[in-house]
């Protein structure tokens, strides 16, 4: 059974920074492509940024300049560095695995930018 698991999400001010991680057990990490969705209440869940295994990067506009996705195939893990965090980014915070029609998800972690 795969599993995605992310931690790292919290509690910080505006203007403050975290990372997200998000550790996967898939047979072969490498080959997928990796996003990080959001959803807040009452909103859509929205992309954010996608890592593919060629480690080609998009990122959502609401985000760019200020988030940084990345990938570790050894450690099959992916991460989303967030800085100059702001209170519209609040929102639980979900990585996704894709390859081909094959989707798994994580179960999410809140992240909270309040001061």
């Known amino acids: 059974q795969v599993q995605l698991v992310e931690s790292g999400g919290g509690l910080v001010q505006p203007g403050g920074s975290l990372r997200l991680s998000c550790a996967a057990s898939?047979?072969?990490?490498?080959?997928?492509?990796m996003d990080w969705y959001r959803q807040a209440p009452g909103k859509q869940r929205e992309l954010v940024a996608t890592?593919?295994?060629?480690?080609?990067?998009n990122y959502a506009d609401s985000v760019k300049d200020r988030f940084t996705i990345s990938r570790d195939n050894a450690k099959k893990t992916v991460y989303l560095q967030m800085n100059s965090l702001k209170p519209e980014d609040t929102a639980v915070y979900y990585c996704k695995a894709g390859l081909g029609n094959l989707n798994y998800w994580g179960q999410g972690t809140q992240v909270t930018v309040s001061s």
């Open positions: 898939l047979s072969i990490f490498s080959i997928y492509a």
């Open positions: 890592i593919n295994s060629g480690r080609s990067t």
